[in-house]
Nanobody, 120 residues
Framework: QVQLVESGGGLVQPGGSLRLSCAAS????????MGWYRQAPGKQRELVAS???????NYADSVKGRFTISRDNAENTVYLQMNSLKPEDTAVYYC??????????????WGQGTLVTVSS
């Protein structure tokens, strides 16, 4: 079974930092672009950041200069370092990727979501 498992959410004060991790496990041949999305209460899910297999990154304007996405291809893991957090960053964060399995199946995967709350 191929799956994504997230960790690292929690409660942080404004201006603080958190690091999210998302590890893919299972019978994986190749992982495509990996991304982080978030969904705040009453709002649509939005792309926060993405990173391609060769390291090219893309960020939402609202997080540029504060968040950094990175990946460890050997560990099939993507990270999101979040600095200078603001209350408006409060949301459930989801990782997402497309995976080619060893059985030559393409799967789009979502993590289970991790809650980030920025509040004093």
């Amino acid at each position: 079974q191929v799956q994504l498992v997230e960790s690292g959410g929690g409660l942080v004060q404004p201006g603080g930092s958190l690091r999210l991790s998302c590890a893919a496990s299972g019978s994986i041949f190749r992982i495509n672009t990996m991304g982080w999305y978030r969904q705040a209460p009453g709002k649509q899910r939005e792309l926060v950041a993405s990173i391609s297999g060769n390291g090219n990154t893309n960020y939402a304007d609202s997080v540029k200069g504060r968040f950094t996405i990175s990946r460890d291809n050997a560990e099939n893991t993507v990270y999101l370092q979040m600095n200078s957090l603001k209350p408006e960053d409060t949301a459930v964060y989801y990782c997402n990727t497309g995976v080619m399995t060893m059985a030559a199946r393409y799967l789009e995967l979502w993590g289970q979501g991790t809650l980030v709350t920025v509040s004093s």
